[in-house]
């Protein structure tokens, strides 16, 4: 391949990143230094059209005009006061996102993560204070493949190796059993259950949507067993799906909302969970909480981004335009199942051929960026802002990238 302008400066970044930071991450070789919309532009000075969207992080594409206006205006204001102190933007926040989930209240976090957690220690509180639950018994039902975060509890139930493995002794409490199976989860309640936790379509999984009426039932054995059902929507939620929650696909209202991602609008990491006061009420002063949860900031661009979500506008693209994109997948030559969503498609490539880390390198040579996720599915999940013709585009990038060794 023939190395485009500006490789080498991009090679001597990324050497200089390595040299100094964790390895946490292998990222794509590519260094970005500014952004609008859908466009991203490397310091190779080359224009990228983003097709992952910070993991859904970037639902209003970069620097979307109306959020960082509302990010200026708080900046020029006030920007923390830790939760010792009220601020003025605080209860807009809390009942704009409330609105949002139809629920009574809002609990604010900062990282998915923060927020999954939460929910946790929420649905085992509201275990041992409502439930009845013996102390110290509480158990919650999860699912393989999921995806949390990254804390010690969270990894704990993970079944990915490489998220787990080296991280014990876990807290104990969680019972996992297989994703989009409703019997399993039947089968593994006990009378100490207080909650079943589910990405409604499992993302970092692949794009795995669940069988139909796998909400529904969970719904249904939640009202059956008295348990809370968590709909972890960090990913999924604020427009990705074609509506506000994935959850909605099948009507199914959750006892808790977890929300991050694009609830930050790309410039602040803002993330909340949302239940109504039966659950909520069990959480007291000094019981949870964080000092950057709730910001001023942080709520003065969520409030934004509720409203922009509230206009129905994000929803419709996603659902519009992903009938493009998954139309176009389905006639790509060379790859195996399609899975997702609106602006949301895992593709599976066939064993044997290139794997999808190889196929991400050819297409940042295309000029896309896309993130593999394991081994054989590419990940596409473009901020809801992109263009019909832009959606076109990496789609042709795509099957290239699959034909040919470039
Ligand atoms: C990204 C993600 C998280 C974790 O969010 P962080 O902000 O990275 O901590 C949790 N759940 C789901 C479904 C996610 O996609």
Known sequence: MTRPPGAELTAAEL????EHSAHNYDPLPVV???????????????????????????????????????????????????????????????????????????????????????????ARKWGYDVKGVPPDSAEIITFADN????????????????????????P????????????????AITPNTVGVLVEPIQGEAGVRVPPDGFLASIRALCDEH????IADEIQSGLGRTGHTFACD????????????????GGIVPVSAVAADWSVMGVIG???????FGGNPLACAVATEV?????????????????????????????????RGRGLWAGVDLPAGGPSARTVCERLLGRRVLAKDAHEGTIRLAPPLVIERREITWAVEQLADSLQSSE
């Open 15 to 18: 050497a200089r990143a390595d």
């Open 32 to 122: 970005l230094e500014s952004a609008f919309g859908v466009w991203a532009r490397g310091i190779d000075g080359v224009e990228y059209l983003d097709m992952l969207a910070g993991y859904s992080a970037l639902n209003f594409g970069h620097r979307h005009p109306r959020l960082v206006a509302a990010a200026q205006r708080q900046l020029e204001r006030l920007t923390l006061t830790s939760r010792a102190f009220q601020h003025s933007v605080f209860a807009d926040f809390c009942e704009a996102v409330g609105r949002l989930c139809r629920k009574d209240a809002v609990l604010p976090m900062n990282t998915g993560a923060e927020a999954v957690e939460t929910a946790l220690k929420l």
């Open 147 to 170: 995806f949390h975060g990254r804390t010690i509890a969270i990894v704990g139930f993970s079944t990915d190796d490489e998220a787990r493995g080296g991280f014990g002794p876990f």
């Open 172 to 187: 104990p409490g969680f019972r996992t059993v297989p994703y989009g199976d409703a019997a399993a989860v039947a089968a």
């Open 226 to 229: 008295g348990m809370l059902m």
């Open 249 to 264: 696909h099948e009507k199914v209202v959750p006892d808790v909302y977890v929300l991050g991602k694009a609830l930050g």
């Open 285 to 291: 002063p000094g019981q949870h909480g964080s000092t």
């Open 306 to 338: 509720v409203g922009m979500v509230e206009s129905g506008e994000f929803q419709s693209r996603s659902r519009e335009l992903g009938s493009h994109l998954h139309a176009l997948l389905a006639e790509l030559p060379g790859v195996g199942e399609v």
